[in-house]
């Protein structure tokens, strides 16, 4: 699976290479051919082979997911872990505002982030990493809970360590096991969430492929053309699976007792 | 000679709860003190009030002094110098007590780089020397496991190892050996007695384990429902007990030989901490109970160098 990850993250690297056609270019005399022949996955509702939408599709699929999940991770783990230590009046106002911005579907967040930003892909990440960031900061919340609980905690402190050491050397690594679990979930959901947001016109230019994109277009007309659907949802799946693998493993890294 | 830790009338509540309820308790430099008692009766939180370890809902008064220096109410930066410098302590739990997601030897290595400013080679170095000390198998080899792979005794070890990192003046040792089995036990109290003797270090063992105590140490206060009702030597303590229940408690180990019988118990329960009698916590479970015991608490008076809490005894 690990292989699996690596092939993909090629596939991203040097897809726009390895296309076969043109992915914009529409072929209004081959609507929604079925997979075979020139087209080896078939063409969609324009025409557009799919197979090239795919390949070049993926790496601003995976950038602008990737990206999302990193942000989430960054500033919802960053805020969970250091609004925990703060005191009981800091952190209920932290999480109030922590589980309003919970509360916000991602959709208006991307376009409040449209609004202040201008199209592009750097709105769609920060509309992904804010709508995923609260997961985190609960989560980093209670890994740090539990493992304040702990009997090493008293233990380094009594050893002399400071509260920043024990934050950052003692418990950090401790947290990271189910954070790292967390992103592992929340990269495919980004792709899953970027599609909603792409249909509606936030992101990149309205024909440029992403595969979450290709999966909304397509699931108007699943009946004419259903492999135009299941193609860019099967790459979604593998790419989930793949990075859960992916997940598994580092958490694994991070973590020897409960490897 | 001066004391070298020094409680005073130390106190402390949860949430208006008392846990400790004046605690008098001097430490010499080099001596092996003895704190026994039954769970809750306060061995543990004693120490850990009077190193800062307990939650910020706790209140903590009265003095704890080390050489003088007031710790309670310290500020942070002396506390961390004093912990694991010149006061180490060591848990009953090993095992849990150590972070499973490092490596021993960086455990050991990290204490010695905090305490004693090594750079990164040497603090590793002198990890494998002290996990040698304290008798760690195969040290070299060991200092790359994490503490799921090793035995309890062996993680024991090496939170000692960590603990002399900083050559700490005394060693609170809190039930370092209830977790493990009896010949380990034995042999992690040997370890104690051998590096206090070698290091001049001092040590407080908390134990409810009569016998632990009388092997290790020379001197041992027993406490009762968050206060000490006697104090005295080993010897003479084991000898004569003074307080009625330091009687009971010896009464109640079971005698080696002769016909098999009921194990003897003191009757009653340990009083609930939110409704303490007036006079004497002992009081409503003693057999040598007087009206005036339930007057106030008998004060813990010393006499013919020793002391208990008893109006009989004093």
């Known amino acids: 699976m690990r292989f699996f990850a690596l092939a993909l993250l090629a596939l991203a690297l040097l897809g726009p290479w390895l296309a076969p056609f043109d992915p914009l270019e529409q072929d209004l005399s081959a609507l929604n051919r079925a997979p075979g022949g020139l087209h080896w996955l078939g063409t969609d509702h324009l025409g557009r082979d799919v197979l090239s939408r795919l390949l070049s599709g993926a790496g601003t699929t995976l950038a602008v997911a990737t990206g999302g999940t990193l942000l989430a991770l960054g500033l919802g783990g960053v805020a969970g872990l250091l609004l925990t230590g703060l005191g009981r009046w800091a952190e209920w106002l932290g999480f109030a505002v922590i589980d309003t911005l919970r509360g916000l579907p991602p959709l208006l967040l991307g376009l409040v982030a449209l609004a202040a930003m201008g199209p592009g892909l750097s709105p769609l990440v920060l509309a992904l990493g804010l709508s995923f960031a609260p997961l985190f900061a609960h989560v980093a919340r209670t890994a740090r809970r539990r493992e304040e609980a702990a009997d090493y905690v008293p233990a380094a402190i009594v050893s002399g360590a400071g509260p920043w050491r024990v934050l950052t050397r003692h418990i950090l690594p401790n947290v990271a096991g189910p954070v790292v679990t967390l992103a592992a979930i929340t990269l495919p959901r980004c792709v899953v969430t970027e599609s909603v947001l792409s249909f509606l016109g936030l992101g990149a230019a309205p024909d440029a492929p992403t595969w979450g994109r290709m999966a909304a277009d397509a699931a108007r007309l699943a009946e004419a053309a259903p492999h135009a659907l299941l193609v860019p949802v099967a790459a979604i799946a593998l790419a989930t699976a793949a990075c859960a693998a992916l997940g598994d493993a580092l958490r694994r890294r991070v973590d020897p007792l409960r490897a | ?314």
């Open chain 2, 1 to 314: 000679m001066a004391p070298l830790v020094s409680l005073r009338g130390l106190r402390v509540a949860f949430d208006g709860v008392p846990a400790l309820r004046g605690i008098d308790l001097d430490v010499m430099p080099g001596e092996a003190v003895g704190l026994v008692g039954e769970s809750g009766c306060g061995k543990s939180v004693t120490w850990l009030a009077a190193l800062g370890l307990l939650p910020r809902q706790a209140s903590v008064t009265g003095s704890v002094l080390l050489e003088g220096t007031e710790l309670l109410a310290a500020p942070a930066q002396v506390l961390e110098r004093v912990r694991g410098g010149r006061i180490a302590m060591i848990f009953q739990d090993p095992a849990s007590s150590l972070n499973p997601v490092h490596r021993i030897g960086t455990q050991v290595a990290e204490a010695v780089a905090l305490h004693q400013g090594l750079p990164r080679g040497a603090a590793r170095a002198e990890a494998k020397r002290l996990l040698d000390q304290v008798g760690m198998p195969d040290a070299a080899r060991r200092m790359d496991a994490y503490p799921h792979e090793l035995s309890g005794g062996q993680n024991q070890r090496v939170m000692i190892a960590m603990a002399l990192a900083g050559r700490p003046e005394l060693l609170v040792a809190d039930e370092p050996t209830t977790a493990l089995d009896v010949t380990i036990q034995a042999q992690i109290l040997e370890l104690l007695t051998e590096l206090r003797r070698a290091h001049g270090m001092a040590l407080v063992l908390i134990s409810h384990d009569l016998g632990v105590v009388a092997e290790t140490c020379e001197r041992v206060a027993v406490m009762y429902a968050g206060r000490i009702v006697e104090e005295a030597a080993v010897d003479a303590l084991f000898a004569i007990p003074r307080h009625p229940y330091t009687k009971g408690l010896l009464g109640a180990l079971p005698p080696i030989d002769g016909p098999r019988g009921p194990l003897a118990s003191i009757p009653g329960g340990v009083p609930d901490p939110s409704a303490m009698p007036p006079g004497c916590a002992f009081a409503p479970r003693c057999p040598a109970h007087v009206q005036a015991c339930d007057v106030a608490p008998p004060a813990l008076l010393e006499r013919d160098g020793r002391a208990s809490a008893c109006l009989l005894a004093a």
